[in-house]
């Protein structure tokens, strides 16, 4: 899936207004405040000399446009939509290591039917999917004992009744995410495309913005940080499977 113009355009426009709020330069906003770096270069070192970040930045201060240069330099790149450091995928989820003893969950669109892949109709695929996942985990890495994730999508009731209860009852907005998908993800709908009323509630609030306190209240959702012990998860997917057989 290729992401739309106007997501890399509603990125350099906040990257603007940050630059200007803060007095800082455009090149260290574009860095510390979108997602730029990570789609471009696909690590999370954020390593300003990084040879193809600087390539990124010689053409921004050569090109007329910034925006057709920012897009037209992402569609000369390979489009990694998942981190470098996911161990495996299941459908629209994955996996990466976190901290001792917890895995990281993570969800992109792999579900090309018509309906969304957060819709009722295709709540079984990704029962099944998040199912095999903790199946694999607990055979796999007896080590890990907690999943975690941190996503704009735990606001979302749709995506929240995948999971056990207990895994979002403790929500807590995770902070400074302003380079992480799991912040700017919300203005993507399945296709790509940008949702246009997030976005035009995002360029409302950050018109208002006066100052550099609290950037992230232009976000109209704030990324959530979850967590909870395999286990639950492991009751919580046998029990839907129950559910399912008895349909
Ligand atoms: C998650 C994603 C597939 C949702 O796209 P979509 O086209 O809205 O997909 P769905 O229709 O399945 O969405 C399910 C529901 O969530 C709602 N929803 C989706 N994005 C929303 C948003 N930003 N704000 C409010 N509601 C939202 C939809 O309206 C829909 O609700 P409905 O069933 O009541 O109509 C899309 O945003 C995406 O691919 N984002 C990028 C990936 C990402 O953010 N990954 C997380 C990184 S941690």
């Not at 009323?197 to 306190?213: I, N």
Request: a neutral charge.
């Amino acid at each position: 899936m290729t992401y739309a113009k106007e997501f890399f355009d509603l990125q350099l426009h906040f990257a603007r207004s940050v630059a200007e709020l803060r007095g800082m330069p455009l090149e260290e906003a574009l860095l510390d405040y979108t997602n730029l770096y990570v789609r471009f270069v696909a690590d999370r070192r954020f390593d300003r000399d990084h040879p193809i970040w600087s390539a990124y930045l010689a053409g921004l201060r050569e090109k007329v446009d910034p925006g057709d240069w920012t897009y037209h330099f992402y569609r000369s790149r390979p489009h990694h939509v998942q981190p470098a450091s996911t161990i495996k995928t299941f459908g629209c989820f994955s996996y990466a290591l976190g901290e001792p003893g917890q895995i990281r969950l993570h969800f992109h669109n792999a579900d090309g039917h018509l309906q969304g892949p957060l819709s009722e109709e295709r709540m079984p695929s990704r029962l099944s999917e998040l199912t095999s996942l903790v199946h694999h985990v607990r055979l796999q890495r007896g080590t890990a004992k907690q999943i975690a994730g941190v996503s704009w999508l735990y606001n979302l009731t749709a995506y929240r009744r995948l999971f056990p209860e207990s895994y979002t009852a403790a929500a807590t907005v995770a902070t400074n995410r302003f380079r992480n998908m799991p912040l700017w993800g919300q203005f993507l709908n399945r296709h790509g495309g940008v949702r246009k009323d997030a976005a035009s509630l995002f360029v409302h609030r950050l018109h208002d913005q006066t100052s550099a306190d609290d950037l992230a209240r232009c976000f109209p959702l704030h990324p959530l940080a979850v967590s909870a012990p395999i286990d639950a998860f492991h009751e919580f997917y046998a029990q839907e499977s129950t559910i399912e057989f008895d349909r």
